[in-house]
């Protein structure tokens, strides 16, 4: 029987990974390693005594971490943000000679353990890192995608993600990713130009892209992400790789920028702006007035600038009065441009639906958890023999990927099945 350590394993998308690990991996056992042991135990409490078990771990305690992850057969990385959390993981793994894998997203995360790739193949295990919908899921879309050229000239990657209605038995949570919003929203970040790295201002050049309804058009921003860490070391060659981000509906780009601006600047701790943002998500009305300037004055610069418009500025006020009335959406989007038989091809696939509520619609943490359990099913049957640490593009069959999405979770070849164009 595998062991599978879950590091965070009382988070929101951990939960979804473990469900999804025991549907596809029958012949497994979960440890749901968390620093707050008793919501663990709760969630243990959800399986089997023989299928789940809690267990407390600090993962800046590296004796307590080694001691968790001993004898199992692989790690699952779920707490975040991966710029502070995945290094000592994948320590621990080297140490103990067990296979990792993870949601990274950032991509000082990604820089730093790619950097690590010889140690861990000298090591013996495998380290997959990005296995989420973005990156993850995107990035094997990309190398599906890349497959169909004899060149790659570019790549874009790009998400819309929103606040997750609640569902009943659900916590809100999410720290690690409003931490990752904000910290992506502050400074610079790298994208690829001319085959080169640069840095542009993060969060701040917008593009607008054509999703499915019920999306359609939307504005999403160049913002640093792991893709751009990885991309280029498995696709050579590749000039151009932008990777983009919006928050559905559209006033919440202006909320997380005007909040990383007030971090930025140094008037208030992340912390306290995480903890701000987490009682905004909960409907409640927390106490900073650095941060409510912040935030009003990041959905006025949106307006001002014409990223918003009226009618979206009128639901940002219906919001901080209590009535929320735009229904979050989430999407994705890869296009591919290149070359075959000499012509200049675009290769594209997107999809776009309602986030959560009372349909049953998918969540970010069902779409981000669910490809985690399928990479890590590939990972323990030996469908990737790569050692080292990798990205999925770099190791995972496409087919077989999208094969297992299809048994995990409501999702069909046809969701994100590819559309070609000529270039003129």
């Not at 995945?86 to 991509?107: F, S, T």
């Not at 929320?324 to 696939?349: F, N, P, T, Y």
């Not at 779409?367 to 099913?377: I, K, N």
């Amino acid at each position: 029987m595998y062991r599978i350590t879950i590091i965070g394993g009382a988070g929101d998308m951990a939960q979804v990974a473990a469900g999804a690990f025991v549907s596809l991996i029958p012949d497994c056992r979960l440890v749901l390693a968390d620093y707050n042991r008793e919501k663990a135990e709760k969630v243990a409490g959800n399986y089997d005594p023989s299928r789940a078990e809690a267990a407390f771990v600090d993962i800046y305690d590296p004796d307590v971490l080694r001691e968790v992850i001993r004898g199992s057969d692989l790690v699952a990385n779920c707490t975040g943000p991966y710029y502070r959390t995945g290094r000592p993981v994948v320590e621990a793994c080297m140490h103990e000679k067990v296979d990792y894998i993870d949601l990274g997203d950032d991509e000082e995360s990604a820089l730093e353990l790619l950097a690590m790739h010889e140690k861990a193949r000298e090591a013996g295990i495998t380290a997959l890192i990005c296995c989420g919908v973005a990156p993850g899921l995107v990035n094997v879309i990309a190398r599906e995608c890349a497959q169909q050229l004899d060149e790659v000239d570019s790549i874009d990657l790009a998400w819309v993600t929103g606040s997750t209605p609640p569902k009943e038995g659900k916590e809100k949570g999410g720290a690690a990713v409003f931490e990752h919003m904000v910290h992506a929203c502050m400074g610079k970040c790298g994208t690829i130009r001319d085959g080169k790295r640069v840095e542009i201002p993060s969060f701040r050049i917008g593009h607008d892209l054509e999703f499915p309804q019920p999306l359609g058009t939307c504005r999403l921003f160049e913002l640093g992400h792991a893709e751009v860490a990885t991309m280029p070391r498995y696709f050579p060659g590749v000039k151009t790789v932008r990777t983009m981000g919006s928050l559905y509906p559209p006033y919440f780009n202006g909320v997380f920028r005007g909040i990383a601006g007030v971090v930025d600047r140094g008037k208030v701790e992340m912390k306290d702006a995480v903890t701000f943002l987490l009682a905004l998500d909960r409907g409640e009305n927390p106490r900073g007035l650095r941060l409510y300037m912040g935030v009003l004055g990041g959905v006025l610069a949106q307006l001002l600038r014409r990223e918003l418009k009226a009618r979206d500025f009128f639901s940002f006020l219906g919001e901080v009065a209590g009535k929320r009335s735009q229904r979050s959406i989430g999407a994705v989007l890869v296009a591919v441009e290149g070359v075959k038989d000499g012509r200049m091809l675009r290769i594209q696939a997107s999809h776009a639906d309602y986030q959560g509520g009372s349909e049953g619609n998918l969540d970010m943490d069902d779409w981000t958890g669910t490809p985690l359990a399928v990479f890590a099913s590939m990972l323990l049957d030996g469908s990737i023999e790569e050692k080292g640490v990798m990205a999925p593009e770099a190791c995972v069959d496409p087919a077989e990927f999208t094969r297992r999405m299809t048994v995990a979770m409501p999702i069909t070849e046809e969701a994100i099945g590819l559309e070609i164009k000529e270039l003129a």
